[in-house]
C-alpha cells in the first residue's frame, strides 16, 4: 500500500489507475515521474523566461498527495537569475515564487507566468513501488 501524507491510504491497484500513462494538459504532453526526479523546462518549468535561454529546473520530493501529483515539488531559477552562485534559489510554493516575481519583476504577468508550465506533477507509481523507496 501507499501511505499518503495524511495517513489515507491508497491500494495498488487504485494508483495504477493515476498518473500512470502521459496525459495532456492545457496542450502539454505530461509525463509521470518518479520520486526525486528532476529535469529542466516545459512541461513541469517556464522556459524563455524572463528572458529568451533562461531555462527553470523542477525537481520533487518524496511525498504524493491523493490527487497522484507530488506534494512535494520545487523550481529552481535559471543561473542567469541567481543572486549567489553558491546557493541556488529554489521555491517551493506558489505563494513564494508570486511574491518573488512581484518583487523582482513588477511589470510581470503573474498570471501568464504560472500558465506556461504545469504546476502540478504526476507521479509515476509504478517507479515508486519498485525503488528501495517505496519498499517498507
Known sequence: ????????????????????????????????????????????????????GDIWTW???????A???FQDRYLIAPPRLQENPRKKMWFSSKPSL???????????????FFSSFVW???ADFNAFFMSPEGKG
Not at 59 to 65: A, I, L, P, Q
Request: glycine share 8%; with cysteine; hydrophobic share 30%.
Open 1 to 52: 500500500m501507499f501511505i499518503v501524507e495524511d495517513g489515507e491510504k491508497i491500494s495498488t491497484s487504485e494508483t495504477n489507475n493515476i498518473c500512470t500513462s502521459p496525459k495532456e494538459m492545457d496542450g502539454f504532453q505530461l509525463r509521470p515521474v518518479a520520486l526525486l526526479e528532476s529535469g529542466e523546462g516545459l512541461p513541469y518549468a517556464p522556459e524563455n523566461w524572463p528572458n529568451p
Open 67 to 69: 490527487s497522484g501529483h
Open 98 to 112: 508570486r511574491t518573488y516575481l512581484k518583487t523582482n519583476f513588477p511589470e510581470a504577468d503573474i498570471n501568464a
Open 59 to 65: 525537481k520533487v520530493g518524496r511525498r504524493v498527495k
Open 120 to 122: 502540478d506533477v504526476p
